[in-house]
Protein backbone atom coordinates (compact mmCIF):
# COMPACT_ATOMS: atom_id res chain seq x y z
CA UNK A 1 0.00 0.00 0.00
CA UNK A 2 1.40 3.20 -1.47
CA UNK A 3 1.98 6.17 1.72
CA UNK A 4 -0.50 8.33 0.31
CA UNK A 5 -3.12 4.86 0.04
CA UNK A 6 -2.19 4.76 4.12
CA UNK A 7 -3.15 8.92 4.32
CA UNK A 8 -6.26 8.55 2.98
CA UNK A 9 -7.05 5.22 5.34
CA UNK A 10 -5.92 7.54 8.27
CA UNK A 11 -6.92 10.80 7.84
CA UNK A 12 -10.29 10.71 6.08
CA UNK A 13 -12.14 8.69 8.68
CA UNK A 14 -10.97 10.81 11.28
CA UNK A 15 -11.99 13.81 9.94
CA UNK A 16 -15.60 12.09 9.27
CA UNK A 17 -16.03 10.88 12.59
CA UNK A 18 -14.87 14.28 13.73
CA UNK A 19 -17.52 15.95 11.55
CA UNK A 20 -20.14 13.60 12.61
CA UNK A 21 -19.32 14.21 16.23
CA UNK A 22 -19.37 17.93 15.94
CA UNK A 23 -21.95 17.70 13.79
CA UNK A 24 -25.03 16.89 16.54
CA UNK A 25 -23.91 19.85 17.97
CA UNK A 26 -22.07 18.46 21.24
CA UNK A 27 -23.81 20.38 24.39
CA UNK A 28 -21.18 20.03 26.56
CA UNK A 29 -18.29 22.96 26.09
CA UNK A 30 -15.32 20.64 26.57
CA UNK A 31 -16.49 18.52 23.43
CA UNK A 32 -17.00 21.41 21.44
CA UNK A 33 -13.85 22.60 22.14
CA UNK A 34 -11.74 20.05 21.87
CA UNK A 35 -13.72 18.95 18.87
CA UNK A 36 -13.54 22.01 16.86
CA UNK A 37 -9.53 22.05 17.29
CA UNK A 38 -9.57 18.56 16.20
CA UNK A 39 -11.86 19.33 13.29
CA UNK A 40 -9.56 22.63 12.54
CA UNK A 41 -6.30 20.48 12.21
CA UNK A 42 -7.49 18.45 10.35
CA UNK A 43 -9.57 19.91 7.70
CA UNK A 44 -6.65 21.92 7.13
CA UNK A 45 -4.26 19.30 7.04
CA UNK A 46 -6.56 17.59 4.33
CA UNK A 47 -6.95 20.75 2.39
CA UNK A 48 -3.34 20.79 1.93
CA UNK A 49 -2.68 17.13 1.46
CA UNK A 50 -5.66 17.37 -1.08
CA UNK A 51 -3.86 20.47 -3.30
CA UNK A 52 -0.58 18.92 -3.35
CA UNK A 53 -1.11 15.34 -3.79
CA UNK A 54 -0.62 13.89 -7.28
CA UNK A 55 -4.11 12.50 -8.95
CA UNK A 56 -4.58 8.86 -9.40
CA UNK A 57 -5.15 7.65 -12.49
CA UNK A 58 -8.34 5.76 -12.81
CA UNK A 59 -9.69 6.64 -9.67
CA UNK A 60 -12.89 9.33 -10.02
CA UNK A 61 -13.62 8.95 -6.30
CA UNK A 62 -10.48 11.36 -4.78
CA UNK A 63 -11.77 14.59 -3.70
CA UNK A 64 -15.46 13.42 -3.20
CA UNK A 65 -16.43 13.42 0.10
CA UNK A 66 -20.44 12.51 0.65
CA UNK A 67 -22.88 12.81 3.39
CA UNK A 68 -25.48 10.10 4.06
CA UNK A 69 -28.31 10.84 6.98
CA UNK A 70 -29.62 13.41 8.48
CA UNK A 71 -28.47 17.03 9.95
CA UNK A 72 -29.65 19.75 12.37
CA UNK A 73 -33.09 20.93 11.91
CA UNK A 74 -34.27 17.78 9.65
CA UNK A 75 -37.80 16.18 9.79
CA UNK A 76 -37.25 12.34 11.19
CA UNK A 77 -40.65 11.46 9.64
CA UNK A 78 -39.52 13.22 6.41
CA UNK A 79 -36.35 11.27 6.44
CA UNK A 80 -38.11 8.42 7.04
CA UNK A 81 -40.08 8.41 4.20
CA UNK A 82 -37.57 9.75 1.81
CA UNK A 83 -35.48 6.54 2.64
CA UNK A 84 -38.81 4.41 1.78
CA UNK A 85 -39.22 6.07 -1.14
CA UNK A 86 -35.67 5.54 -2.24
CA UNK A 87 -35.54 1.79 -1.31
CA UNK A 88 -38.62 0.90 -3.08
CA UNK A 89 -37.08 2.63 -6.14
CA UNK A 90 -33.61 0.99 -5.87
CA UNK A 91 -32.85 -1.39 -8.73
CA UNK A 92 -32.15 -4.52 -8.23
CA UNK A 93 -28.54 -6.44 -8.47
CA UNK A 94 -26.12 -4.39 -7.75
CA UNK A 95 -24.98 -4.49 -3.81
CA UNK A 96 -25.08 -0.54 -2.35
CA UNK A 97 -23.76 0.64 1.07
CA UNK A 98 -26.65 1.86 3.47
CA UNK A 99 -27.06 3.42 6.82
CA UNK A 100 -29.47 1.30 9.26
CA UNK A 101 -31.08 3.49 12.10
CA UNK A 102 -32.66 1.71 14.76
CA UNK A 103 -36.11 2.20 16.96
CA UNK A 104 -33.87 1.78 20.60
CA UNK A 105 -30.56 1.77 21.70
CA UNK A 106 -29.48 -2.14 20.95
CA UNK A 107 -26.80 -4.15 23.20
CA UNK A 108 -24.48 -6.12 20.83
CA UNK A 109 -25.79 -9.38 21.34
CA UNK A 110 -29.12 -8.15 19.86
CA UNK A 111 -27.54 -7.31 16.69
CA UNK A 112 -27.51 -10.48 14.60
CA UNK A 113 -31.10 -10.90 14.91
CA UNK A 114 -31.58 -7.50 14.30
CA UNK A 115 -29.46 -7.03 11.04
CA UNK A 116 -30.09 -10.68 9.58
CA UNK A 117 -27.52 -12.13 7.19
CA UNK A 118 -26.67 -8.54 5.18
CA UNK A 119 -22.79 -7.40 5.62
CA UNK A 120 -21.91 -5.11 8.46
CA UNK A 121 -19.25 -2.66 8.15
CA UNK A 122 -19.65 -0.46 11.47
CA UNK A 123 -21.95 0.66 13.85
CA UNK A 124 -22.81 3.62 15.94
CA UNK A 125 -22.73 3.99 19.36
CA UNK A 126 -23.49 6.04 22.57
CA UNK A 127 -24.29 6.03 26.04
CA UNK A 128 -27.63 7.67 26.44
CA UNK A 129 -27.57 9.59 29.46
CA UNK A 130 -30.73 11.83 30.70
CA UNK A 131 -30.20 15.10 28.94
CA UNK A 132 -26.36 14.68 28.20
CA UNK A 133 -25.26 15.06 24.70
CA UNK A 134 -22.26 12.29 24.97
CA UNK A 135 -20.11 11.19 22.09
CA UNK A 136 -21.49 8.83 18.95
CA UNK A 137 -18.71 6.55 18.33
CA UNK A 138 -17.83 4.70 15.29
CA UNK A 139 -16.66 1.10 15.71
CA UNK A 140 -15.54 -1.14 12.82
CA UNK A 141 -17.72 -4.63 12.86
CA UNK A 142 -17.54 -7.35 10.81
CA UNK A 143 -18.27 -9.55 12.71
CA UNK A 144 -21.64 -9.18 15.55
CA UNK A 145 -21.23 -9.47 18.57
CA UNK A 146 -17.32 -9.93 18.97
CA UNK A 147 -16.07 -6.58 16.69
CA UNK A 148 -19.00 -4.93 18.61
CA UNK A 149 -17.71 -5.95 22.14
CA UNK A 150 -13.85 -5.70 20.95
CA UNK A 151 -14.73 -1.89 20.27
CA UNK A 152 -16.71 -1.42 23.51
CA UNK A 153 -14.03 -2.29 26.17
CA UNK A 154 -11.33 -0.29 23.80
CA UNK A 155 -13.83 2.88 24.39
CA UNK A 156 -14.16 2.45 28.60
CA UNK A 157 -10.53 2.27 28.61
CA UNK A 158 -10.36 5.93 26.36
CA UNK A 159 -13.69 7.35 28.88
CA UNK A 160 -11.37 6.22 31.87
CA UNK A 161 -8.36 8.46 30.45
CA UNK A 162 -10.51 11.08 29.81
CA UNK A 163 -12.16 11.07 33.43
CA UNK A 164 -8.37 10.78 34.98
CA UNK A 165 -7.31 13.84 32.88
CA UNK A 166 -10.46 16.07 33.91
CA UNK A 167 -9.99 15.30 37.60
CA UNK A 168 -6.46 16.31 37.01
CA UNK A 169 -7.25 19.17 35.37
CA UNK A 170 -10.02 20.16 38.25
CA UNK A 171 -7.21 19.70 41.21
CA UNK A 172 -4.41 21.93 39.15
CA UNK A 173 -7.02 24.64 38.31
CA UNK A 174 -7.16 26.18 42.04
CA UNK A 175 -6.91 29.36 40.10
CA UNK A 176 -9.58 28.84 38.00
CA UNK A 177 -13.86 30.20 38.38
CA UNK A 178 -15.93 27.99 40.32
CA UNK A 179 -18.02 27.63 37.11
CA UNK A 180 -15.24 26.19 34.84
CA UNK A 181 -13.99 23.75 37.30
CA UNK A 182 -17.41 22.24 37.46
CA UNK A 183 -17.58 22.17 33.79
CA UNK A 184 -14.70 19.82 33.99
CA UNK A 185 -15.60 17.89 37.17
CA UNK A 186 -18.81 17.24 34.96
CA UNK A 187 -17.34 15.67 32.30
CA UNK A 188 -15.00 13.45 34.15
CA UNK A 189 -18.47 12.33 35.65
CA UNK A 190 -19.73 11.87 32.39
CA UNK A 191 -16.53 9.86 31.04
CA UNK A 192 -16.46 7.42 34.32
CA UNK A 193 -20.26 6.76 33.61
CA UNK A 194 -19.61 6.34 29.83
CA UNK A 195 -16.67 4.36 30.65
CA UNK A 196 -19.00 2.02 33.09
CA UNK A 197 -21.74 1.67 30.32
CA UNK A 198 -19.35 0.28 27.61
CA UNK A 199 -17.37 -1.92 30.13
CA UNK A 200 -20.71 -3.66 30.10
CA UNK A 201 -21.58 -3.70 26.84
CA UNK A 202 -24.29 -1.82 27.06
CA UNK A 203 -27.55 -1.20 25.36
CA UNK A 204 -25.81 1.77 23.22
CA UNK A 205 -25.72 0.85 19.66
CA UNK A 206 -28.14 2.73 17.67
CA UNK A 207 -27.50 2.52 14.04
CA UNK A 208 -24.82 0.63 11.64
CA UNK A 209 -23.62 1.04 7.94
CA UNK A 210 -24.66 -2.77 6.15
CA UNK A 211 -24.02 -3.68 1.93
CA UNK A 212 -26.53 -6.12 0.76
CA UNK A 213 -28.69 -6.20 -2.76
CA UNK A 214 -31.56 -4.29 -2.70
CA UNK A 215 -33.82 -7.14 -2.63
CA UNK A 216 -32.20 -8.01 0.87
CA UNK A 217 -32.04 -3.84 2.28
CA UNK A 218 -35.80 -4.17 1.89
CA UNK A 219 -35.96 -6.89 3.72
CA UNK A 220 -34.35 -5.64 6.15
CA UNK A 221 -36.39 -2.30 6.57
CA UNK A 222 -39.24 -4.84 7.54
CA UNK A 223 -37.19 -5.91 10.59
CA UNK A 224 -39.13 -4.62 14.24
CA UNK A 225 -35.94 -2.65 15.70
CA UNK A 226 -35.11 -0.74 12.45
CA UNK A 227 -36.02 2.33 11.79
CA UNK A 228 -35.37 3.22 8.15
CA UNK A 229 -32.67 1.62 5.62
CA UNK A 230 -31.11 4.66 3.45
CA UNK A 231 -29.63 3.67 0.74
CA UNK A 232 -26.39 5.12 -0.40
CA UNK A 233 -25.61 3.69 -4.04
CA UNK A 234 -23.34 6.45 -4.51
CA UNK A 235 -20.99 5.71 -1.90
CA UNK A 236 -18.01 4.05 -3.88
CA UNK A 237 -15.18 4.42 -1.15
CA UNK A 238 -16.46 4.46 3.02
CA UNK A 239 -13.14 6.68 3.64
CA UNK A 240 -14.80 9.64 1.50
CA UNK A 241 -18.50 9.42 3.22
CA UNK A 242 -19.85 10.93 6.47
CA UNK A 243 -22.37 8.99 7.88
CA UNK A 244 -24.90 10.63 10.86
CA UNK A 245 -27.67 8.39 11.72
CA UNK A 246 -30.58 10.07 13.69
CA UNK A 247 -30.70 8.49 17.23
CA UNK A 248 -33.77 6.71 18.63
CA UNK A 249 -35.08 9.65 21.34
CA UNK A 250 -34.89 11.78 18.25
CA UNK A 251 -38.78 11.73 16.98
CA UNK A 252 -40.05 14.77 15.08
CA UNK A 253 -36.81 17.02 14.40
CA UNK A 254 -33.07 16.35 14.85
CA UNK A 255 -31.89 18.47 17.66
CA UNK A 256 -29.30 18.03 20.12
CA UNK A 257 -29.71 15.59 23.11
CA UNK A 258 -31.17 18.03 26.24
CA UNK A 259 -32.36 20.95 24.30
Do not use: W
Request: charged share 20%; proline share 7%; net charge neutral.
Amino acid sequence: MSLLSRLDDAVLPALGNAMARLGRGARRMRMFTVGAGVLAALVTFVAVYAATRAPVAGDPTIGDVLRVGVSDGDSIPAYVASTKQRLAALPDGTEVYALVSFTAYLAPDRLPAALGSVSLSSVFARVPLPGVQTELIRLGAYNVPDDVIAGMDATAARKDDEAADYRKTVQKATDVPADIRQVYASDADVSTAEATAYRQHCSCVCAAVVHAAPAALRALAQRPEVRAVDPASEVKRLDRTVFLPPLPEQADRVRPVGN
